[in-house]
């Protein structure tokens, strides 16, 4: 069962953007924080960003601060993360979920089935 569904992937030039979408019902939305991991080919899955369920607190992995922004619109079901500046080693399956918030996959409990980002050189 489908509980969040990414959209937005796609193919990119260096120095392009993407917009990615998360869409959940509310039983795997409401009242909880949004985060996004990616994962390229031969690597684990690693945290990107989070927002907190009010939107009142964002948090980054270091690669993506300034490039990349979380946003998230409540009576939508729907967090966002805007891409800028896309660079080839952006590649990979993003991932979103929900659950606690932080750095850590364990702290999600429900997960999309992720889309694919191939930014080229």
């Known amino acids: 069962q489908v509980q969040l569904v990414e959209s937005g992937g796609g193919l990119v030039q260096a120095g392009g953007s993407l917009r990615l979408s998360c869409t959940g019902s509310?039983?795997?939305?409401?009242?909880?924080?949004t985060g996004w991991f990616r994962q390229a080919p031969g690597k684990a899955r690693e945290f990107v960003a989070a927002?907190?369920?009010?939107?009142?607190?964002?948090m980054y992995t270091g690669s993506v601060k300034g490039r990349f922004t979380i946003s998230r619109d409540n009576a939508k079901n729907t967090a966002y993360l805007q891409m800028n500046s896309l660079k080839p080693e952006d590649t990979a399956v993003y991932y979103c979920?929900?659950?606690?918030?932080?750095?850590?996959?364990?702290?999600?409990?429900?997960w999309g089935q992720g889309t694919q980002v191939t930014v080229s050189s």
């Open positions: 979920a929900t659950g606690l918030s932080g750095y850590s996959t364990g702290r999600y409990d429900y």
């Open positions: 509310g039983r795997v939305f409401s009242g909880f924080a």
């Open positions: 927002i907190t369920w009010s939107g009142g607190s964002t």
